[in-house]
């Protein structure tokens, strides 16, 4: 877990260059006891912050924390608008806790007259759910949030697609059939990527990988345990990793199956 310390660390490194910091990668963020700290610390250097969660965590108090902290972008995951479709993908999830979430962080914004968070609904849209959208857009409208985003699903193993998570409407799907019945990639594997310029991701411990899309962190590029980002940022192992993706970006795991030329929003 990302210890406070390190992150005030961190930030007083970067602040001067940094101007959007994202407080999510694999993780659920509540889940660690100083994240709202974290925020406000990120926020009183004139940083925009955003979050994602699944919102089971945003009881009323740490709602009114939430809008208190500065954070600007609240991103909160609904992947279905039944208790029986949201937990096939959300297992062990429960939706009435997602909503009351939700209310909470209404609510709060408008007793603290806060124009932040800006609220999102993030609908993912896969195969059991794709019948749910109009269902979704009425919810979001009667509980008040800012915007609802549909977001098309990266599957891991598209070609077999075991779980059945391909939406049937191509118009949120990242895959298309070929002409032999064949499941492709929708998108483009040029040699081109703003990410490895743009986008770096720091884990709890310090580690930095290329981008989101290194979910395991296997691809690890140094650590601020050891130096410092600046110095990081320019070392030639990121330098060669920039390097392969500007040549054969095709051949990199993480990146052939990306959202790097794809259609992410429906």
Known sequence: MLKKDFFKETIDQLYKELTYLVFYFQGEPYLNPDFLDMVQYASSKKIYTATSTNAHYLNDKNAKRTVESGLDRLIISID???????????VGGNLQKVLESAANIVKWKKELKSK???????FLVVRHNEHQIEEVKKLAKDIGVDQLRLKTAQVYDYQNDPNNLIPLNKKYSRYKKDKNGKTKFNGNNANHCWRLW???????????VPCCFDKDA?????????QSFKELWQNKTY??????????RKNIDICANCSEGVKVWG
């Not at 279905?80 to 959300?90: L, N």
């Not at 330098?239 to 054969?248: C, K, N, W």
Request: hydrophobic content about 25%.
């Open 116 to 122: 932040t968070p800006f609220i999102i609904f993030q």
């Open 218 to 226: 296997q691809h690890k590029l140094g650590s601020l345990q050891e």
């Open 239 to 248: 330098q060669h990793f920039r390097s392969q993706v500007l040549q054969s």
């Open 80 to 90: 279905g608008t039944t208790q029986q479709t949201y937990q096939q993908y959300r």
């Open 198 to 208: 743009h986008d770096p991701v720091i884990t709890w411990d310090g580690s930095v």
